[in-house]
């Protein structure tokens, strides 16, 4: 695979796959748990993520197909966590209110922004 041709991002930071990958996966996670929290009836955690503004030395290695073999199993499995849970609570919970908080709808259609993709590239 080799590596793969960081794009500029805004603020002109390329944004390497590994890096990325932890990203967005940090972000279904933390969704997910919040999905979690609102549905049991839980205060959600507060976001202290360090998000794009830290890179950490694993971002900067080589992205091997196994590399992105393993992510796309990852995130596939994530994918699924979603689906289930959000079938699992049923469409009357999709759209209730949970000020301040995001309805579930508004989470799931948040998490699907293929943004993180976007910003890697093809990687075929």
């Not at 590994?18 to 955690?45: C, F, M, Q, S, Y």
């Not at 959000?86 to 709808?105: F, I, Q, S, V, Y």
Request: glycine share 4%; proline share 6%; aromatic share 6%.
């Amino acid at each position: 695979m080799g590596r793969a041709a960081p794009r500029r991002r805004r603020r002109g930071t390329p944004l390497h796959p590994h890096k990325a990958i932890r990203r967005h996966t940090h972000h279904l996670v933390d969704h997910l748990a919040e999905i979690e929290a609102l549905l049991g009836g839980h205060p959600t955690r507060t976001d202290e993520w360090r998000a794009s503004a830290v890179t950490v030395a694993s971002d900067w290695a080589v992205f091997t197909e196994a590399d992105r073999d393993e992510a796309e199993q990852c995130l596939r499995r994530l994918a699924d966590l979603y689906v289930h849970r959000l079938a699992a609570a049923g469409p009357a919970e999709w759209d209730k209110p949970r000020d301040p908080n995001w309805t579930l709808r508004q989470v799931a259609e948040h998490v699907a922004s293929p943004w993180y993709a976007e910003q890697v590239g093809d990687l075929s």
